[in-house]
């Protein structure tokens, strides 16, 4: 779907946004009422910032919502120069916008082609499963409060990934039933494993593939999926610590500062 001129300034007017760290308190035009409006915006956003996309952030559209957005998920890109792979790195959020950190699994692509997928074969293309923490970031402090759409259209409200450590034997590995935590400055603040992630990190790689494909997308092999928050999503401030924990032993974390 093209963009329209109106659809491209929001696009324009969220990047400046983030390139010049300024708040934007309000949406900066007609909010979008469709995925499909949301990905005219996205699409035009990605094509104006012109940075690679190393990898697609997925979240959960809720379940009261399903019907009127035409799909229980979403997705937004993340660029390939906030994808971070040291350990404990820190993390910039836009302070005076809306910032999270989420305890995911991350899924690497291998090479996807164009066959077709079920929710089992999927596994077939995925080269790499690791732990991670996904930040949310948007220079629009309402983001999450406007419905998917409007999350969507502003990058999925993504601002940088951080890569842990790989699942050894991930194929044989019983993650849906994994318990992951999430504690931000060492409290606590949410715990949960994937078996309240629809069909689990596997079905967002589904969903990612068939979504980009239908938007016209590639898929090169080594692209990243952060596969939905599996602990919630949990607001954060710059000089604050978070660290989430899989399955009892494999520790990734981060500190935050104001981007």
Not at 53 to 61: A, F, Y
Not at 127 to 153: K, W
Not at 178 to 205: C, H, K, N, Q, R
Not at 244 to 255: M, P, Q, Y
Request: proline share 7%; with cysteine; glycine share 12%.
């Amino acid at each position: 779907m093209l963009a329209t001129s109106d659809q491209q300034n929001v696009a324009r007017a969220f990047i400046d946004a983030r390139a010049g760290k300024t708040p934007l308190t309000v949406y900066p035009g007609a909010m979008p009422q469709t995925m499909a409006d949301a990905y005219a915006i996205q699409d035009s956003a990605i094509a104006l910032d012109g940075r690679r996309v190393g990898g697609w952030k997925v979240g959960r559209i809720p379940p009261e919502l399903v019907a009127r957005y035409g799909g229980n998920r979403l997705t937004g890109p993340i660029f390939t120069d906030e994808i971070v792979g040291s350990a404990d790195p820190v993390m910039p959020v836009y302070a005076d916008g809306f910032a999270a950190a989420e305890a995911e699994i991350l899924l690497c692509f291998g090479e996807v082609g164009t066959r077709d997928y079920d929710i089992d074969s999927v596994r077939e293309c995925i080269a790499d499963v690791r732990t991670g923490i996904e930040i949310a970031s948007s220079p629009f402090p309402e983001i999450n409060r406007h419905g998917p759409a409007v999350t969507a259209s502003d990058y999925g409200n993504n601002k940088g990934l951080i890569l842990g450590p790989s699942i050894a034997d991930w194929q044989d590995a019983d993650l849906i039933r994994m318990p992951v935590e999430m504690a931000i400055d060492g409290e606590t603040v949410g715990a949960a494993t994937m078996e309240t992630m629809l069909d689990g990190p596997f079905g967002s790689a589904l969903f990612l593939i068939g979504v980009l494909r239908a938007r016209g997308i590639a898929i090169p092999p080594g692209t990243w999926v952060s596969a939905g928050a599996i602990t919630g999503i949990h607001e954060i401030r710059p000089g604050q610590r978070a660290e989430a924990l899989f399955d009892g032993k494999i520790r990734v974390g981060c500190s935050i500062k104001s981007y």
